[in-house]
């Protein structure tokens, strides 16, 4: 019986571990520059555009960074749709600065 | 003045957002649009009417016309109605110029702070009113109006009188 007990909780220990590690390494995050974001008035439509994409976990917009960090599940989404949803906003997405 | 008065004076002096809560009546406005037909709110009653606050300088408030323009096309025999209520003021020669660059085809009105503040004391632009066909206020949506927003939150309200005039379409039968 114990051994049972054992081998379950192990088993849940190994699936739970997996299923974080799997997780994570499909999270990316990438910083991309947007150009013409000098109003923070409408900075707000590029966080509502990018957090309204499936696939994007997080995004943090700064006017006056004037760039995206942007958290997403790579096996849904790439950087060319993060800049396509940037510029369907009416900002241009420039130039990628970091990726992790 | 009792403290609760002071707290609930103090909550809507600090209060960053919208000055209209859901289901209130939307404030009514006569004004004149940019090729000098008056535009009422109430003339608009029974339809939903979507207040588009923009401003030309304002990169998704342009990016968002075509949709707007498209959307008063599709839905205007639904019953929908777009206004565009440029805030802050601009200057009329550059509102018009770009209004008919875009083919826009619902009134453009040249806004001031105490209309807008009328509405929503919230800066974020654009910022969209939507007003049911009771003449209420019945979303405020800030920022750019994605297209999953227009499924939820105004296409209901235009299937609601379609729902109402085919039922008296049958029973007139």
Known sequence: MRSRITSLVVSVVLVLTFGVITAAAFTKTVTIRVEGMKCAKCSASVTKALKATEGVEDAQVSSEKGEAVIKYDDQKLDETKLREVINGTGFKAVEEKKAQ | ?173
């Open chain 2, 1 to 173: 003045m009792t403290l609760h008065g002071i707290v609930f004076a103090a909550i809507v002096a600090f209060s960053p957002a919208t000055v209209l809560g859901q289901g209130a009546i939307a404030p009514q406005f006569t004004l004149k649009d940019i090729n000098g037909r008056t535009v009422r709110l109430s003339d608009y009653q029974g339809k939903v009417v979507l207040i588009n606050f923009w401003a030309t300088w304002c990169p998704p408030c342009r990016a968002e016309m075509p949709d707007l323009v498209r959307l008063q096309r599709e839905h205007g025999k639904q019953g929908l109605q777009i206004i565009g209520l440029t805030y802050p003021p601009e200057r009329k020669t550059r509102v018009r110029r770009f209004a008919r660059s875009l083919k826009v085809n619902y009134p453009i009105i040249l806004g001031t702070r105490e209309i807008k503040t009328r509405f929503s004391s919230e800066e974020t632009l654009p910022l969209t009113v939507v007003i049911d066909r009771d003449g209420k206020v019945s979303d405020i949506i800030s920022g750019i109006l994605l297209r999953e927003e227009f499924e939820e939150k105004i296409k209901p309200l235009l299937k609601k009188n379609m729902e109402g005039e085919m039922r008296n379409a049958k029973s007139d039968h």
